[in-house]
C-alpha cells in the first residue's frame, strides 16, 4: 500500500514524524541546501502549492539560484491573482 502524496511523512530520529517540508527546512536551517533542494523539487512535481513553491524558491535564493527563485516567486503571485479574479 502507498501513502498518499499529501500525506508524505518521514520518520526522524526521535521517533516522530516530519512532513517533506518540515524536513527540508530543517535541511536548509543546517546548510544543507541541496537535500532541501532535492526533497522539495519532488514534492512540488507532484504537490505544486504556493506554499511548497515558496520554499522551494527560499532554497534557490539561499543556493544563489536567482533566476530560479524569482522565476517560482512570479509563478506564486501569478496563480495567487488568477485564483482572485
Excluded: C, W
Aim: net charge negative; glycine share 8%.
Amino acid at each position: 500500500m502507498f501513502p498518499e502524496r499529501s500525506a508524505r511523512r518521514h520518520v526522524n530520529f526521535s521517533g516522530g514524524a516530519m512532513t517533506t517540508q518540515e524536513l527540508a527546512r530543517h535541511y536548509l536551517e543546517q546548510g544543507k541546501t541541496l537535500r532541501a533542494a532535492g526533497l522539495m523539487i519532488n514534492l512540488v512535481e507532484t504537490e505544486p502549492t504556493s506554499e511548497n513553491l515558496e520554499l522551494l524558491a527560499d532554497v534557490f535564493l539561499r543556493q544563489g539560484l536567482l533566476d530560479d527563485a524569482k522565476e517560482l516567486y512570479l509563478r506564486i503571485v501569478t496563480e495567487g491573482l488568477k485564483r482572485s479574479d
